[in-house]
């Protein structure tokens, strides 16, 4: 899907889809597998609306960061060398996604 509520790691429609289906990011070459949005039971996130149990689409105010612990959006691991990035893989092809928090 190319619209304004599409994921851009899994391409789901955000406001359809349970949540994002890819469960791990990079950080310095080493695999972090991502922490699943933590509501009640049937409860969805405000920001991104995955249901609880499920990660949260990319780019989510309310994502953890699985390397420090802070919220991924404005954590320091963003600041580095080597930032978070996330491999989306989809039929025939293969690719890498950064950060919507990245300056360039």
Not at 51 to 64: A, I, P, R
Request: glycine share 12%; net charge neutral.
């Amino acid at each position: 899907m190319d619209n304004n509520n599409s994921c851009l790691v899994c391409g789901q429609d955000m406001m359809q889809s349970d949540g994002c289906r890819v469960a791990v990011m990079y950080h310095c070459g080493e695999q972090y597998v991502r922490i699943p949005f933590r509501g009640f039971r049937g409860e969805r996130c405000g920001d991104c609306n995955v249901l609880s149990g499920n990660y949260h689409h990319w780019g989510c105010d309310l994502e953890q960061c699985p390397v420090c612990g802070g919220q991924l959006i404005s954590c320091e691991c963003m600041d580095v060398e080597c930032p978070v990035i996330i491999n989306k893989k989809r039929p025939g092809r293969k690719a890498t996604v950064r950060s919507q928090m990245d300056k360039g």
